[in-house]
């Protein structure tokens, strides 16, 4: 239709027909230029093929290609994606069989291998890695499979990352999602946790009660140790009591003595006081009294006086 436009302008006015046929042909030049420039954006390569062979790889930025010469083939996106893959059937070295599943987190490291290394490069991987994790777990028991999971991912990822390097394609890292085991070994693994569960129960109440029970001996160790200590300080301080009594008594008896002494006390004196103390001593409850030669004699003589005092008095009333 433009050049049928061009030929009836051009019929009309043949130097305005050339003109706009110009300005045609430079708007179509155009376009095609347009349409041919490419703008790479961030974590994307172009791959791009020169008659139908692998020319060049377009990093991130304005680039621009020969019109009907040069195609993109591929756009690669080198930020690092997540595959998940369905559980897998695998059997341990005890000969159980469970589910695994996986999940792979992988970069494209080199869009050239990426795009002519390998047709469906994640389909490769999702059987790669199904036989890896059956060549793993076909080493290991069940007990180990399920606490060496850690073991399985680091295998896998190197074995992974060393397969899928001619294909342009790193392996940063294998997690085993889900590990599913058959229905009678869980019913068996939760009464073994029941059992496990109720034995460390068992041992903590036992050790609580021998704690308590330790705590109680120690207790009562202290209270008696306490108790003894107080006995003993009673006993202490009474005896320092009587000792001090005695030191006082003593002391007031020199006191005495020395009284006696400094006012010279004569014998008729010291034997009023020796009567005195006799009649004290006699008021008591013992049975037996040892009596001084001394007393005796002035006993036997407050006996005489108080005979002659007897005598005296029948002859005064017979006056």
Not at 19 to 46: C, E, G, K, S
Not at 199 to 217: F, H
Not at 270 to 276: D, P, R, T, V, Y
Not at 288 to 293: A, E, L
Request: proline share 4%.
């Amino acid at each position: 239709m433009i050049s049928r436009f061009v030929s009836i302008v051009m019929s009309q006015s043949p130097g305005l027909g050339s003109y706009i046929a110009i300005i045609v042909t430079l708007a179509v030049i155009f376009l095609i230029l347009i349409r041919n420039i490419r703008i790479v954006p961030q974590a994307t390569n172009f791959i791009i093929e020169r008659l139908g062979a692998y020319h060049s790889t377009w990093p991130v930025g304005i680039h621009m290609k020969i019109p009907f010469i040069d195609r993109v083939v591929k756009v690669v996106s080198l930020k690092e994606k997540v595959a998940d893959f369905q559980p897998q059937a695998v059997i341990t070295k005890d000969n159980v069989t469970m589910q695994i599943d996986t999940v792979l987190f992988y970069q494209i490291v080199d869009p050239k291998l990426y795009t002519y290394g390998i047709d469906n490069p994640i389909i490769a991987i999702e059987n790669l890695s199904a036989t890896t994790l059956r060549n793993i777990i076909g080493d290991l028991e069940l007990d180990q499979t399920l606490t060496s999971r850690d073991l399985i991912n680091t295998r896998m990822r190197v074995i992974l990352d060393e397969a899928t390097d001619p294909w342009g394609i790193k392996v940063n890292r294998v997690e085993l999602k889900n590990i599913i085991p058959p229905k009678e070994i869980q019913v068996a693994m939760e009464r073994q946790m029941k059992a496990e569960r109720e034995k460390r129960e068992n041992i903590l109440r036992s050790e609580g009660e021998k704690e308590a029970a330790v705590r109680v001996a120690e207790g009562e160790k202290r209270a008696a140790i306490l108790r003894a200590e107080a006995k003993k300080e009673a006993q202490i301080r009474e005896a320092e009591g009587q000792a001090e009594a005695i030191l006082k008594v003593q002391d007031a008896t020199a006191r005495g003595l020395e009284m006696i002494k400094n006012v010279g006390a004569d014998k008729s004196l010291i034997a009023i006081k020796s009567l005195e103390t006799m009649a004290q001593v006699a008021n008591g409850k013992a049975t037996k009294i040892i009596i001084p030669s001394e007393l005796q004699s002035l006993a036997g003589l407050a006996a005489s006086l108080k005979e002659i005092m007897s005598d005296s008095e029948p002859a005064e009333d017979n006056k």
